[in-house]
Antibody, heavy 120, light 106 residues
Framework: QITLKESGPTLVKPAQTVTLTCTFS??????????VGWFRQPPGKALEWLTF???????RYRPSLKSRLTITKDTSKNQVVVTMTNVDPEDTATYYC????????????WGQGTLVTVSS | DIQMTQSPSTLSASVGDRVTITCRAS??????LAWYQQKPGKAPKLLIY???SLESGVPSRFSGSGSGTEFTLTINSLQPDDLAIYYC????????FGQGTTVEIK
């Protein structure tokens, strides 16, 4: 059974760096084809893709946020970490991590999400 | 970037009605499209993948169709539990969601 859970700060000040951790179980990021991604959803708005990391350490970033995002994995801890620098109130959102199905590529499992508020 | 245009933004229907939601891609995405249901305060739930494949455990009243640039999610015999926001997601080139459709029960 695949599960994912996000953790991190709930309140961050503008211009600071936020680090979010996704702890997962039920799969391994050493298995060929596996990928874990991060998405976010501002309050009352649609979902938005941020970044993905693959089993071979390949990474993909949303072009508009590429300069502010870094994604890494720790396979020994079954964790994926994303860092976002220079946050702004517009980065206030629920952040989700998710598992990409190997065979067909869709996002099939999601974490419960964690709300990050950017405010002074 | 591939843009996804989803319509309508809101729809209101009665229990038992057939409901249709459409997503249009700005260029061909073959069949790399999924549909999700999101209830308030919850993560999205996968309903349909590869445009028309029903995810395991999802009621058969949900179905998807289309390929290329035009896609449809159909809910046959709408149920009270279907009150939610529905999103399409293209995963042909990176990932792009539609803007969502809120389904209300009359």
């Amino acid at each position: 059974q695949i599960t994912l859970k996000e953790s991190g700060p709930t309140l961050v000040k503008p211009a600071q760096t936020v680090t979010l951790t996704c702890t997962f179980s039920g799969f391994s990021l050493t298995t060929r084809g596996v990928a874990v991604g991060w998405f976010r959803q501002p309050p009352g708005k649609a979902l938005e893709w941020l970044t993905f990391i693959y089993w071979d350490d390949d990474k993909r970033y949303r072009p508009s946020l590429k300069s502010r995002l870094t994604i890494t994995k720790d396979t020994s801890k079954n964790q994926v970490v994303v860092t976002m620098t220079n946050v702004d109130p517009e980065d206030t959102a629920t952040y989700y991590c998710a598992h990409r199905r190997i065979s067909t590529g869709e996002i099939d499992h999601w974490g419960q999400g964690t709300l990050v508020t950017v405010s002074s | 970037d591939i843009q996804m245009t989803q319509s309508p933004s809101t729809l209101s229907a009665s229990v038992g009605d057939r409901v249709t939601i459409t997503c249009r891609a700005s260029r061909s995405i073959s069949s790399w499209l999924a549909w999700y249901q999101q209830k308030p305060g919850k993560a999205p739930k996968l309903l349909i993948y590869r445009a028309s494949s029903l995810e395991s455990g999802v009621p058969s009243r949900f179905s998807g169709s289309g390929s290329g640039t035009e896609f449809t999610l159909t809910i046959n015999s709408l149920q009270p539990d279907d009150l939610a926001i529905y999103y399409c997601l293209q995963y042909n080139s990176y990932w792009t969601f539609g803007q969502g459709t809120t389904v209300e029960i009359k």
